[in-house]
DNA sequence: AGTTTCGGTGAACGCATGTTCACTGAAAGG
DNA sequence: CCTTTCAGTGAACATGCGTTCACCGAAACT
C-alpha cells in the first residue's frame, strides 16, 4: 500500500525530491477515492506515503497547496485527451464515438484524475473549487473553438458555441462523477456509463444541427 | 446565528422535539455552505444550534442518518417542484420557461436544499452519494413519462426518453452546483446562471425534436 | 398527587488533528 | 576535505473530535 521512499538504488537529492513529492500525489488521489478533499488528513496522507507528518511541509507549504497541484496535474490529463481527439483527422461524423472512445481510455489509465474533478468541482474546499471552475472555463472555450469547425455548426455565434460546450462538458464531468462509484469498477458499469454518454452526446449534437443556426 | 430552543411560549414536549430537529436540520444546511458532509462536525453543528453534543442522539443516532434526513427533505422539494410545473397546464412551447421560472423560484426558496445534492451527489460520504444517486434516478424516471408527453416525442422509446431526462437532470443539478459559489449570491451572476440554463434546456429539446423518433 | 418519560446537561474518555521546533545524516558544492 | 544544504525525523503543543454515562427537571400520564 505504502509507496514509501526507500533508496534501493542511489538517487540524486532532487530525484529522491521528485519521487517523494509524486508519491504524496498519489497518495492523495487514492484516499481522495473515498473521501473530500476537505476530509484528507495530513496524517493519514503521509502515513501511506511512509513519511512522518512534517516532512509534507517541505514539498508544499499547506493542503490547499497540494489541492490546486492535484488541479494542474487533472487538467494536464484533460488537456491531453482533447489534443488526443484532435490528433485524428477530425471526420466530423465518427467524431463523437472517436472522443468517447478516447474519453473512456483516458479514463482507464486516469481515472484518479477524473474522480478527482468529478468530486470537487461542487465540493466543500473554495480554493480548490474555484481552480477546477477556472479551468472548466478555460476547457470549454477550447471545446467550443474546436465545435465551431463541425458541419453544421459553421454558422453558428459564440454565445451558442458556448452553451454547447457547456452541455458537453456537464455531460462529461457528470459522467466521470458516477466512475466514482464502486459499482462502475465492475466494467459492465463502466460499459453503461460510458455508452449513456456516448448516446446522449450524439442526441445532443445531432439535434444541435437542426438548431437555429444563429442568435442569441 | 444559533437558533437555539428557548420556549419563550410553553410548548409541548413534542413541538418541542420537533423544533430542535428542525434548528439541527437547518444548522446543518447552514454549514454544509461552506463544507463537505464528510467534514461536518457534530460538536461545531450542536453549539451552532445552541444545544450540547450529546443532545444530537435523542433526534438521530447517528451523522450518516441527518445526512439520510437532509437527502429525503431534499428530494421533497425537488418534488414538489415538478408537481408546481405539472399544475400549469402543459403548454409545450412555454413548458421550458415555466420549468425554469420554477426552478428558479424554489432555488431562491431552497438553496440550500440544492446545494447539498449538487454538492454531495458525487461527494465523499458513500451512504448519502448512494441515496443522492437512488433518488435522482426516481425523478429521472419522473421526468421521462413527463417528457413523453411532449409535441415531438410522443413517438420515442421509453430508452430514448430515460437519456433525454438524464441529459434535463445533469443540467439542473450543475446549475444548482453552480449557484454553490459566493459568486452566485449576486443577483446578476445568479441570473446569468439561470439564462444559461434556459437557453441549453431550449437548445436540447428544440434539437431533440429533430433526432430520430425511435431507435436504440 | 405520585410516577414515569425523556430532551437536554456536563464531565470525562481516549484518540486524531495541524503545526512548531531543534535535530540528523547524507548529498552537493567549494 | 570541509562546509553548506536540505529531505526527513521525532517529541511536544494545544485543540477538536465522537461517544459514554449518570444526572436533572419539567412535561405527560395514571
Keep these: 500500500m505504502s509507496s514509501s521512499p526507500v533508496p534501493r538504488v542511489p538517487e540524486s537529492r532532487s530525484e529522491r525530491k ?30 501511506q506515503v511512509g513519511i512522518v507528518p512534517t516532512a509534507f511541509y517541505r514539498h508544499f507549504s499547506t493542503l490547499d497547496e497540494l489541492g490546486l ?8 490529463t484533460l488537456r491531453a485527451m482533447i489534443r488526443d481527439v484532435r490528433r485524428g483527422e477530425p471526420a466530423p461524423d465518427t467524431l463523437i464515438d472517436r472522443s468517447v472512445d478516447v474519453l473512456s481510455a483516458q479514463l482507464d489509465a486516469n481515472m484518479a484524475h477524473f474522480r478527482f474533478i468529478g468530486r470537487e468541482r461542487y465540493g466543500g474546499v473554495t480554493v480548490v473549487r474555484e481552480a477546477i ?7 470549454e472555450r477550447e471545446l ?50 460510458e455508452d449513456t454518454l456516448r448516446r446522449q452526446a450524439r442526441m445532443v449534437v445531432v439535434g444541435a444541427a437542426g438548431w437555429r443556426p444563429l442568435g442569441g
Design 18 to 47: 521528485e519521487r517523494t513529492r509524486r508519491a504524496i500525489l498519489d497518495a492523495a488521489l487514492d484516499q481522495l477515492a473515498d473521501e473530500s478533499f476537505g476530509s484528507l488528513s495530513l496524517r493519514r496522507l503521509t502515513k
Design 69 to 76: 497541484a492535484l488541479v494542474d496535474e487533472s487538467f494536464a
Design 133 to 139: 471552475a477556472r479551468e472548466l472555463a478555460l476547457f
Design 144 to 193: 467550443a473553438t474546436d465545435l465551431a469547425r463541425m458541419p453544421g455548426l459553421e454558422r453558428w455565434g459564440a454565445a451558442d458555441l458556448a452553451l454547447l460546450a457547456g452541455i458537453f462538458v456537464n455531460l462529461m464531468v457528470a459522467a466521470a462523477g458516477e466512475m466514482v462509484s464502486p459499482e462502475a469498477e465492475d466494467a459492465a458499469v463502466r460499459r453503461g456509463i
